[in-house]
T-cell receptor, first 116, second 117 residues
Framework: DAKTTQPPSMDCAEGRAANLPCNHSTISGNEYVYWYRQIHSQGPQYIIHGLKNNETNEMASLIITEDRKSSTLILPHATLRDTAVYYCIVRVAPHLSQAAGNKLTFGGGTRVLVKP | EAGVAQSPRYKIIEKRQSVAFWCNPISGHATLYWYQQILGQGPKLLIQFQNNGVVDDSQLPKDRFSAERLKGVDSTLKIQPAKLEDSAVYLC???????????????FGPGTRLTVL
């Protein structure tokens, strides 16, 4: 799986959009970008994933650059409950590589602190 | 829908003792994972089961760690004997495990925090 680079930490203001960057310059054609987050004392939680098109769900939006070498997770209106560590993970989609392809390789993530 | 259940939530033992953790995945999920998360780091996969068979245990320290999922549902992870460096949170996760599923996201339990003294 390709390696990702994320800033170790960032602060954002409650009610404002939070933009979390991720670099994945070695991503290959069959690798997806996944985002998980981990709130203190909880297990990681899936947020969103994408291949090359921008994606949006009830939690967040994912913007992937045209060359796919970087992406941005957007939390449109950050709340105090969004304070967590956010992990950007690149991996081959499970439907392309059998069950073993479902392995998640976590890096250090970005520690996001939402301030009132 | 009930989530992934783990027990105990906390465990304190002395080095060289043994310990076991239990996980009950989401009903119907064929794939089960055990991760180790050391303080300040991201989770690291220890072992992955597909039903009751092992898919990947390449990062499991097999001299002291063992895991089983005998009936393809719940699972136990054991450490014997424990070392100081085993202090970590042990996370269990499950997924549908269907090869045709693009998302197939993993659902994590709350974890067991192990402290080895």
């Amino acid at each position: 799986d390709a390696k990702t680079t994320q800033p170790p930490s960032m602060d954002c203001a409650e009610g404002r959009a939070a933009n979390l960057p991720c670099n994945h310059s070695t991503i290959s054609g069959n690798e997806y970008v996944y985002w998980y987050r981990q709130i203190h004392s909880q297990g990681p939680q899936y947020i969103i994933h994408g291949l090359k098109n921008n994606e949006t769900n009830e939690m967040a939006s994912l913007i992937i650059t045209e060359d796919r070498k970087s992406s941005t997770l957007i939390l449109p209106h950050a709340t105090l409950r969004d304070t967590a560590v956010y992990y950007c993970i690149v991996r081959v989609a499970p439907h392309l590589s059998q069950a073993a392809g479902n392995k998640l390789t976590f890096g250090g993530g970005t520690r996001v602190l939402v301030k009132p | 829908e009930a989530g992934v259940a783990q027990s105990p939530r906390y465990k304190i033992i002395e080095k060289r003792q043994s310990v076991a953790f239990w996980c009950n995945p989401i009903s119907g999920h064929a794939t089960l994972y055990w991760y180790q998360q050391i303080l300040g780091q991201g989770p690291k996969l220890l072992i992955q089961f597909q039903n009751n068979g092992v898919v990947d245990d390449s990062q499991l320290p097999k001299d002291r760690f063992s895991a089983e999922r005998l009936k393809g549902v719940d699972s136990t992870l054991k450490i014997q004997p424990a070392k100081l460096e085993d202090s970590a949170v042990y996370l269990c996760a499950s997924s549908l495990g269907l090869a045709g599923s693009e998302g197939n996201e993993q659902f994590f339990g709350p974890g067991t925090r192990l402290t080895v003294l």
